[in-house]
């Protein structure tokens, strides 16, 4: 890799997207029982699919190629061309995936700006709107939880059933992006489908800490996994013999989900490291899940320039702003490589000074 020092191990934290499948899940690919997955045919994909729903509290579930797919299949689905989506304002639905809601469905999203990440009820009740033909229809509140550019922060459930009781009093469907859910929950110690009663539809992602090489999955009722079904279909996300990539995503409900807690303490000891640096800025009481967000105004660096630095050291993170660097910890990053990537920022601040 360029800039890196190639005599150093690389300890990647840019993101739990990096992890690498475990060698059950290998396993599982080569052995998986496959079938056309278009015709409903794929035992393996069909089993997944049938275990994530119930894991979820849901009637039913669609196994897709990505998060952003399984995000854009909910707009088509709930929603119409000219009508309005409200999100946060840093959501991934609205800052990651490239206007896909405006491109492909159509519909106007409406941004509230959230403490963490989560939107005051107040105010999403506020932004619905009325029954006047010169505004849009409200047709869908997404919801991100655990939250990305809040640092991976846990978005209540306290807030999440005022929005749903709240959108349900309005017949306003609610989505969660769950690509991190199960962070959320392990954080807190409940059944993800505390979670998920306050939504109408969620998307989870299997290839982020859960560690399979690919795919995410959506669930909801049946009625609603029919339309998304039909509008995977348009986009072209049909699979033929995808037994082969849902095999780890099975491996990854069933046997990753509890580790995650490795990965929330590990980015707990990282935060502590950081925050004793000079020239970083963080809170580690801030710091739920496995995402640690650090400021580096104060080093006279943006973030781009620092991640230079850190990357000559073997330490790979991601700028998330002109002077905010995120680490994210995961699987494939023990105790002792957050100790040792501590050492090498150490090691990289020292340059500044």
């Not at 047709?139 to 959108?167: F, K």
């Not at 539809?201 to 299997?206: K, L, M, N, R």
């Not at 013999?241 to 000891?269: C, W």
């Amino acid at each position: 890799m360029q800039g890196v020092n190639v005599s150093l191990r690389i300890i990647d934290l840019r993101s739990d997207t990096v992890t690498h499948p475990t060698d059950a899940m290998r396993q599982a690919m080569a052995a998986a029982e496959v079938g056309d997955d278009v015709y409903g045919e794929d035992p393996t994909v069909n089993r997944l699919e049938t275990l994530a729903a119930e894991k979820l509290g849901k009637e039913a579930a669609l196994f897709v190629t990505s998060g952003t797919q399984g995000n854009q299949l909910a707009v088509l689905s709930h929603a119409r061309a000219g009508e309005e989506v409200i999100l946060e304002a840093e959501s991934h639905l609205f800052y990651y995936e490239a206007a896909a809601a405006s491109a492909l469905a159509g519909v106007q999203t409406r941004p509230i700006v959230g403490v963490r990440g989560a939107m005051h009820p107040q105010e999403v009740e506020r932004a619905i709107r009325g029954n006047d033909i010169h505004v849009p229809r409200t047709a869908l509140i997404c919801l991100e939880n655990t939250h990305n550019r809040a640092g991976g922060a846990i978005v209540p459930l306290a807030n999440m059933r005022s929005i749903y009781e709240m959108a349900r009093q309005k017949n306003v469907p609610v989505h969660l992006d769950g690509a991190r859910i199960f962070n959320a929950a392990v954080a807190l110690g409940v059944d993800v489908r505390e979670f998920t009663a306050y939504v109408d539809t969620v998307q989870i992602c299997f290839s982020k800490g859960l560690s399979a090489p690919v795919g995410s999955l959506l669930a909801g009722s049946r009625e609603f996994i029919e339309q998304a079904r039909r509008w995977r279909k348009r986009l072209g996300g049909g699979m033929r013999q995808a037994g082969v990539i849902a095999a780890p995503a099975i491996l990854a409900l069933t046997e990753m989900v509890d580790r995650l807690a490795e990965d929330h303490a590990n980015a707990k000891r990282l935060a502590h490291s950081l925050a004793e640096m000079k020239g970083l800025q963080l809170d580690p009481a801030l710091v739920e899940t496995n995402i640690v967000i650090a400021d580096v105004s104060q080093t006279g660096l943006s973030a781009v320039q620092l991640l230079e630095k850190m990357k000559r050291e073997g330490v790979l993170a991601a700028d998330f702003g002109k002077s905010l660097i995120r680490f994210v910890t995961h699987k494939d990053v023990n105790q002792s490589d957050v100790e040792e990537a501590a050492r090498r920022v150490h090691k990289a601040l020292q340059t500044v000074w």
